[in-house]
Nanobody, 124 residues
Framework: VQLQASGGGLVQAGGSLRLSCAAS????????MGWYRQAPGKQRELVAF???????NYAGSVTGRFTISRDNAKNTVYLQMNSLKPEDTAVYYC???????????????????WGQGTQVTVSS
């Protein structure tokens, strides 16, 4: 399973960006999909996640500004980021808790996969 993230960039404070992350491969199903971020010198932290049923959870620092959504038919998760602040600057990573077909073993396995990260920079 591969996750491809896109949509990062440079934006001024108060601006908006929309991140996308598409999963592909021998996917049987995806339960939780999420976004994490890691700023320089800091640990990776959860931004938001969404379950296959649409339940969401947000970090307190982004509540009311960010919205996570997903398209189950496309195995894609989105993060709409509004009212961006300089402290939102980080590399954003998507992940997915996926059940997939292992071609080597010929069975269904479960694993969490990560995307490659996309840089978000918010200037003051």
């Amino acid at each position: 399973v591969q996750l491809q993230a896109s949509g990062g960039g440079l934006v001024q404070a108060g601006g908006s960006l929309r991140l996308s992350c598409a999963a592909s491969g021998n996917i049987v199903s995806i339960n939780r999909m999420g976004w994490y971020r890691q700023a320089p010198g800091k640990q990776r932290e959860l931004v938001a996640f969404i379950t296959s049923g649409g339940s969401t959870n947000y970090a307190g620092s982004v509540t009311g500004r960010f919205t996570i959504s997903r398209d189950n038919a496309k195995n894609t998760v989105y993060l709409q980021m509004n009212s961006l602040k300089p402290e939102d600057t980080a590399v954003y990573y998507c992940n997915a808790d996926s059940r997939f077909i292992s071609l080597v073993q010929g069975v269904v396995r479960s694993q969490t996969f990560w995307g490659q990260g996309t840089q978000v920079t918010v200037s003051s």
